[in-house]
């Protein structure tokens, strides 16, 4: 005799805690984007009066809409009774977004950081040795976590997922194509920015590099 499927019911703070982060991540982004004007390396566009960090702002309004879907998800996993359960599995698929989203804002964060660290170690000679200590416990810092965000936590949520092999499977391929994708906006992004500024990006932007990003730090 098989045994019945228990229907899939997680509580609706889980789902609560999770809309906290993308609430914070989306005033992360909206602050982002209102500082990155008064940071030093932006570049020219045709038509644009101002002048723009390309590689940031890619990444913030991919981040910005990464968040926005992750936020979407978690509330139409919600069922719409008196306890308000989470039971469809557009709660993982929010996870995914979320984390998507959230690796890119730490990109737009740590990556413009660490070349504006490059340029005030070649004009301060005197410090160097203390300003490459700075900059490498901050890549480094940045890059474990872009690397939690893209990595370790969708990895444990798909683990964890009770929402059964198939559609587990589904959503962790869409998750790995959507993260390509992501990867190879990103390295466009990166190629148009140090042609129009005239420098050279190492290792170069490629897709399989994008996807250990922090490595261009």
Do not use: K
Request: aromatic fraction near 8%; charged fraction near 10%.
């Amino acid at each position: 005799m098989t045994e019945e499927r228990q229907p899939v019911r997680i509580a609706v703070n889980v789902m609560r805690a999770r809309l906290t982060v993308v609430g914070f991540n989306l005033t992360i982004i909206a602050f982002q984007l209102s500082a990155l004007p008064q940071l030093p390396g932006a570049v020219q566009l045709p038509n644009l009066d101002l002048p723009l960090h390309l590689e940031a702002v890619t990444a913030l309004l991919m981040g910005l809409g990464l968040s926005v879907i992750a936020l979407t998800c978690f509330i139409v996993s919600s069922a719409f009774d008196h306890e308000g359960s989470c039971d469809h599995w557009t709660l993982l698929a929010g996870d995914l977004f979320m984390y998507l989203g959230l690796a890119q804002s730490v990109a737009a964060f740590f990556g413009p950081l660490s070349q504006i660290f490059d340029q005030v170690t070649l004009n301060i000679t005197a410090q160097e040795a203390e300003l490459m200590t700075v900059r490498s416990a901050i890549v480094i810092t940045g890059g474990f976590a872009w690397l939690f965000a893209v990595y370790v936590g969708p990895a444990v949520s798909l683990l964890r997922s009770p929402f059964g092999r198939p559609v587990t499977v589904t959503l962790g391929v869409v998750y790995v194509l959507l993260l390509v994708s992501v990867a190879y906006v990103s390295a466009q992004a990166v190629r148009l920015e140090a042609a129009r500024s005239g420098t050279e990006v190492a290792p170069p932007p490629t897709l399989i590099n994008e996807l250990m990003q922090p490595l261009r730090w």
